[in-house]
């Protein structure tokens, strides 16, 4: 059984129920959506005892909580991350589980290869949606970009990162930016077996997606361009400052949860690049529900 586990706390759960209120509106026939770092008795939340603080036994508690009630798979996705575009549900209900169960994936990350963003690893052919098969060297094999996971190797990563660190360290941050050392077989069983998703393959058939992928190709030919003679003309410090001014209308990834790589916050604020990107590039309705959510959680 899959589920999807939105990681939150008390703090943002306003933003953590719009994120799943855009899982709704997007994603045709969900798996049911819990909420870990909400208190028990909350709707849909899982519970945890504890230090909310504490992000990694929150979610460990929630995790075991989702095995306990039958579940072997869930879709982790951070309160942040809402779906930015249509999900395409078949994919996403049906295709993607089946891949992680043949392979015996630990993870298969939605935030995948192409769309100028570099392939890591090894490419798997058309019978597996070119599904890239990380290499267990990859920084951010443990991304925690939205991502389906099996839930008993979530649950054993966790702990292993709760090994490391102790109370206000156990962030999310230090569970994905965590370096490790080959020789751990705990770790080592779950790093071979780690996959993104090739955004292009997940798209359903006639998707919009497809259409915004092309045009975005040429903008950012465009901007490469402007990149490549902004460094020959002012060299490094002028090439950066450019980077900074244009990049920003790149983080959306098109696939079968198409998402804004940074997310919609930074620091506990709105993030600003999101909402420069969700003004010229957001479909209307996400940008006046978005704007409707940022009056109600800030």
Same mark, same amino acid.
């Given at each position: 059984m899959i589920a999807i586990l939105i990681s939150t706390f008390e703090r943002q759960e306003k933003l953590a129920r719009w994120t799943a209120d855009r899982i709704s509106n997007s994603w045709q026939n969900h798996p049911p959506v819990l909420f870990g770092g909400l208190p028990v008795g909350d709707k849909d939340s899982l519970g945890f005892e504890g230090d909310a603080a504490d992000w990694m036994s929150v979610n460990l508690q929630a995790v075991e909580r989702?095995?306990?009630?039958?579940?072997?798979?869930?879709?982790?996705?951070?309160?942040?991350?809402?779906?930015?575009?249509?999900?395409?549900?078949?994919?996403?209900?049906?295709?993607?589980?089946?891949?992680?169960?043949?392979?015996?994936?630990? /993870?298969?990350?939605?935030?995948?290869?192409?769309?100028?963003? #570099?392939?890591?690893?090894? +490419?798997?052919? !058309?019978?597996? &949606?070119?599904?890239?098969?990380?290499?267990?060297s990859y920084r951010w094999k443990f991304s925690l970009h939205p991502a389906l996971w099996n839930l008993k190797d979530l649950q054993t990563l966790l702990e292993c990162r709760m090994e490391s660190? /102790?109370?206000?360290?156990?962030?999310?941050?230090?569970?994905? #930016?965590?370096?490790?050392? +080959?020789?751990? !077989?705990?770790? &080592?069983?779950?790093?071979?077996?780690?996959?993104?998703?090739?955004?292009?393959?997940?798209?359903?058939?006639?998707?919009?997606?497809?259409?915004?992928?092309?045009?975005?190709?040429?903008?950012?030919?465009?901007?490469?361009?402007?990149?490549?003679?902004?460094?020959a003309l002012g060299g490094k410090s002028l090439r950066d400052a450019c980077e900074r001014r244009w990049l920003w209308a790149f983080g959306h990834y098109a696939g079968p949860y198409p998402i804004f790589w940074s997310g919609c916050m930074r620091q506990g604020r709105p993030q600003a690049d999101f909402e420069k990107w969700l003004r010229v590039s957001g479909s209307k309705d996400l940008l006046s529900s978005w704007n409707k959510a940022r009056e109600d959680c800030f």
């Open positions: 989702l095995r306990g009630k039958g579940f072997t798979h869930a879709y982790l996705i951070l309160d942040d991350h809402p779906p930015v575009g249509l999900c395409h549900a078949g994919y996403l209900n049906v295709r993607l589980p089946q891949l992680a169960k043949k392979h015996d994936a630990a /993870s298969i990350a939605l935030l995948g290869y192409g769309q100028h963003r #570099r392939l890591e690893g090894e +490419p798997m052919g !058309p019978e597996e &949606d070119f599904l890239e098969h990380t290499p267990a660190y /102790s109370g206000k360290d156990r962030t999310p941050w230090n569970f994905e #930016r965590h370096r490790d050392v +080959p020789g751990d !077989p705990r770790i &080592d069983a779950m790093a071979n077996r780690c996959f993104r998703v090739h955004g292009l393959s997940g798209l359903a058939s006639g998707s919009p997606e497809r259409t915004v992928i092309r045009v975005e190709a040429v903008h950012r030919f465009l901007a490469d361009v402007g990149l490549f003679g902004a460094k």
